[in-house]
């Protein structure tokens, strides 16, 4: 026990910085723990928002799905460079060039501001006409433009959330990443309430105090990433010349970070049409569907974890050139993560209309919410491989070959079937629902022959 609370407070303090050597299970830990809580502290954004946000109206909760469904474009971005920046820097790593390792954080930077200030004004400027493409009626456009205004004005500090914690993993430093969102969401569950409900001197904001309150909440949390960077980790501590433009490593970020963003683009997209699909049945089933991938969001980001441990692991050792090490690492966290998966996915399934009802009290919203849930959660033992196998493609830099699998399973398989089920032959929200762990399922088994092909240790970063 005391060897694992000494473990624990290492993970935690973020006192190691490369895995290339020792025991792989110790790796996984040091590595998992702090990604772990970090994926925790995210989803808890899209929890915490939900939560209060049900308090307010269906139509809020409506809003919040079919805008985040979009925003989701951003998130994509902002996990195509995350993905470059672990890739590049945790290569660099494992080749002890730390002065390229920084280098290539600086960049990660410029990048994320440039991209995200171009798609923030596209998305600020629609805001309205997006909603009404996704299916919105008008009272939910009422309510939520000026939301979805202020989702997309603070893509900026989005996407450097994103980027930046993956960087600081690729160097090993998940602790900082983890603490970053940790503080973001201290500021995010005081703001949302006060400025949702209008506490004390406050006005009462409803769901547009939800995204106030989100926004202000990640740019705090990029606030200490961004002084950790400069004054506290003396390894990664950048300097003005790091941020000068340099091409070729901008050209290497860019590359990895196109096939990443495009991978995400093509899975997100596909949850896009199926939100659609599903607004075709009314708001009741958007909001019930919404708050169920609120609940699934929060129980997988944490097994991303262990997923993006794993992406850390295979860049690091592959620079160091331990590529055999790299696959026990990825084959060791992919099994953990199953463990996890599995016995999570039973107690969601059992408690499922519980767990619907502690988010809204609408018996339509709560039926659907607790199909959705029972459905989705079924694919957990595959999304466990899955994720794993992937991220770990992504960590080598074969984004390319995630990207293609994305595209079979979810716009050539998922999107059809989910129309075909839910429209064709009319058996509505549950044909969407089905056909969500049935692509996971075919992207986990098609993941697992990529990996053991082993092309990907051959892809230079």
């Not at 407070?9 to 970090?38: D, H």
């Not at 939520?144 to 205004?149: E, K, P």
């Not at 993993?169 to 209008?198: C, D, E, H, Q």
């Amino acid at each position: 026990m005391k060897k694992w609370l000494q473990l624990l407070r290492q993970a935690l303090g973020g006192s190691e910085e490369s895995f290339t050597q020792g025991s792989i299970n110790r790796a996984i830990f040091l590595l998992s723990v702090p990604m772990i809580l970090e994926m925790v502290m995210e989803s808890l954004f899209a929890v915490v928002d939900i939560f209060f946000v049900s308090k307010v109206s269906i139509e809020a909760v409506a809003t919040v799905g079919l805008t985040e469904s979009v925003v989701t474009l951003v998130y994509s971005v902002a996990i195509g460079l995350s993905t470059a920046a672990t890739a590049t820097i945790a290569r660099r790593i494992g080749e002890g060039d730390t002065a390229r390792a920084r280098r290539a954080i600086g960049q990660v930077l410029v990048i994320s501001l440039v991209i995200s200030a171009i798609i923030g004004s596209i998305g600020t400027i629609f805001a309205g006409d997006i909603l009404s493409l996704m299916g919105a009626d008008a009272k939910v456009i009422e309510t939520g433009t000026t939301f979805a205004r202020i989702q997309f004005i603070s893509s900026p500090v989005v996407v450097l959330l994103y980027s930046l914690s993956g960087a600081l993993r690729g160097a090993g430093s998940a602790a900082t990443a983890m603490r970053s969102l940790i503080i973001a969401n201290v500021f995010n569950m005081i703001l949302g309430p006060v400025l949702i409900f209008g506490v004390g001197p406050f006005p009462e904001l409803g769901v547009t105090g939800a995204a106030l309150a989100t926004a202000m909440g990640r740019t705090i949390g990029v606030s200490y990433q961004l002084y950790s960077l400069a004054k506290v980790n003396k390894m990664l501590a950048l300097v003005w010349e790091d941020l000068r433009p340099h091409r070729e490593t901008i050209a290497t970020l860019i590359k990895v970070a196109t096939g990443g963003t495009v991978q995400f683009l093509i899975s997100s997209a596909s949850w896009i049409f199926l939100t659609r699909i599903l607004a075709e049945f009314g708001s009741d089933v958007v909001a019930g569907y919404t708050i169920a991938i609120r609940v699934i969001m929060f129980t997988l980001l944490p097994a991303w974890g262990l997923a993006n441990a794993a992406a850390t692991l295979v860049g690091q050792n592959l620079g160091a050139k331990q590529p055999d090490r790299a696959e026990a690492s990825v084959w060791r966290c992919a099994f953990f993560n199953l463990i996890f998966l599995v016995g999570l996915s039973l107690f969601m399934f059992t408690w499922a209309e519980m767990i619907i009802g502690w988010f809204t009290s609408e018996v339509a919203v709560i039926a659907t919410g607790k199909l959705a849930l029972r459905v989705l959660c079924l694919g957990f033992g595959f999304y466990a491989y899955s994720m794993v196998v992937i991220q770990s493609l992504n960590g080598a830099g074969d984004t390319k070959t995630p990207t293609v699998l994305n595209l079979v399973c979810f716009w050539l398989f998922q999107i059809p079937l989910a129309y075909f089920l839910a429209i064709t032959i009319k058996m509505g929200p549950l044909g969407v629902f089905i056909a969500v762990p049935a692509a996971e399922a075919i992207l986990a088994l098609l993941g697992i022959w990529r990996f053991r092909l082993g092309h990907w240790k051959l892809v230079k970063v």
